[in-house]
């Protein structure tokens, strides 16, 4: 008959070899109703992300009781946020947070001192790089920079590569704008759909992010399950004979 590759599951994964146990378990959250009840989040797209991660406290609203789901998103806040987020899981500021100055523009008695605090732990993670080593931390933070940010920080916690293992991936991508992102950010983006992270064909990647989009991301991303990437790397595979098979991994593996 007519076998069309429209019939094939949407995303489907390379059969990996590998004896390495899945040490990744995700951590499973459960939406709770926030006890916040934003005035103004009610009927937004975004609102059951919004309310599951102020019930985390990971987002905070305003003090007038507004989350402003439509505010435009400056690097300083997603270095709080992916900060907080670090600390929730675990993470610790670094106790020389207010002796060793991280980014060439944000020193260490700067105003904000919870800006400090969170750029010195997401730039220790790896998860904020800089320009230059400048922060930036006022300007806005575009689409592409925020897929980078979201994808370093998901590696760091879980312990994978998952640029790498996308780009190994065989899968229909949705995202038609690619080519506007830099090469770095590509990778990320990729990364965002192929997990369904991101569900829009034009990412547009040098556009502004919004409060509510960052939170919608940053749930669906941290729901996502991401046992089935192994961090092992399998060199080769060698017959031996006609029933054994010798692996060789690039690096030591425990609990094989």
Known sequence: GNFSMANQPKKYKKFVATAATATLVASA?????????????????????INALAAQGVINGYPDGTFKPNKDLTRSDVVKLLGKYLVSKGYEVPADYTTVQ???????DAKDQELVKYAALVKDAGVFKGSNNNLNATNKITRGQMALVVVRALNELNGVDLVSYVAGQDFDKEVIDLNTATKEQQGAIDVLDFFDITKTPNYKPNSTTTRGQFASFLYRAINTDFSDVNDVVVESVTAI????????????????
């Open 29 to 49: 959250i459960v939406p709770v109703a926030s006890a916040a009840g934003f005035s103004d989040v009610a009927n937004n797209t975004h609102a059951q992300a």
């Open 102 to 108: 991280r980014f060439n523009d944000v020193p260490v």
């Open 241 to 256: 004979n006609a029933t054994t098979v010798e692996v060789t991994y690039k690096e030591t593996v425990e609990d094989v």
